[in-house]
């Protein structure tokens, strides 16, 4: 069964700062990967997802994500944070032949000024 | 905006009651996911319905039911309240039946509050 850990249930940066989220991942056969977004009171907004493309992807807001299959990470960076980043971050694997996905409990990103 | 509408936005109630949450999907999805999401358990799946039928079942109590109607628009039934069923409960919507292939679109949530 998939499954996906999130390291660091919160993790705070300086503006302007590298922000590095980290997943692994768990997944029987070639996984299909997403990162979510989720901002105070709001529903969850996809940034980005893995579908056995291209290894590195990218999202909106300038985040991206590298797919290492050795390593079974998908972690989320951004070269600079800004302010508004401030959100807690979710990490998510499909399961399987079902379309539902599977959550990481996801890390709450502080970023200060 | 996501294009997914929840309503209500919040509902308080009491232990032993039944509640009814509503979705209505984006326009042209055909498939509605519903999720819970509490402190103790993160977001969990609760169950899936493509074009009127159920599609899969992940973690839902035999308390809770869901249904999809022919205009799409999807139902999830709480019934006899526990404490521990105050929650976001979410509502996403898709254009297939596999959301590794398409987006999940979410909702904002109602939030229950079960006292």
């Known amino acids: 069964a998939q499954s996906v850990t999130q390291l660091g249930s919160h993790v705070s940066v300086s503006e302007g700062a590298l922000v590095l989220l980290r997943c692994n991942y768990s997944?029987?056969?070639?996984?299909?990967l997403f990162w979510y977004v989720q901002y105070p009171n709001q529903g969850l907004q996809l940034l980005l997802k893995?579908?056995?493309?291209?290894?590195l992807v990218k999202g909106i807001n300038g985040f991206e994500a590298e797919f290492k299959k050795s390593e079974t990470s998908f972690h989320l960076t951004k070269p600079s944070a800004h302010m508004s980043d401030a959100a807690e971050y979710f990490c998510?694997?499909?399961?399987?032949?079902?379309?539902?996905?599977?959550f990481g409990k996801g890390t709450k990103l502080s970023v200060k000024p | 905006d996501s294009g997914v509408t929840q309503t209500p936005k919040h509902l308080i109630t009491a232990t032993g009651q039944r509640v009814t949450l509503r979705c209505s999907p984006r326009?042209?999805?055909?498939?509605v996911y519903w999720y819970q999401q509490s402190l103790d358990q993160g977001l969990q799946f609760l169950i899936q319905?493509?074009?009127?039928?159920?599609?899969a079942k992940g973690n839902i109590l035999e308390r809770f039911s869901a249904q999809q109607f022919p205009d799409l628009h999807s139902e999830l039934n709480l019934s006899s309240l526990e404490l521990g069923d105050s929650a976001l409960y979410f509502c996403?919507?898709?254009?297939?039946?596999?959301?590794?292939?398409?987006?999940?679109?979410f909702g904002p949530g109602t939030r229950l509050t079960v006292l």
């Open positions: 997944s029987s056969v070639p996984p299909y």
């Open positions: 893995y579908t056995s493309a291209a290894t």
């Open positions: 996403a919507s898709s254009v297939g039946s596999r959301g590794f292939t398409d987006t999940q679109y």
């Open positions: 326009s042209g999805d055909l498939s």
């Open positions: 319905y493509y074009n009127g039928e159920e599609r």
């Open positions: 998510a694997v499909s399961e399987g032949s079902q379309g539902n996905l599977i």
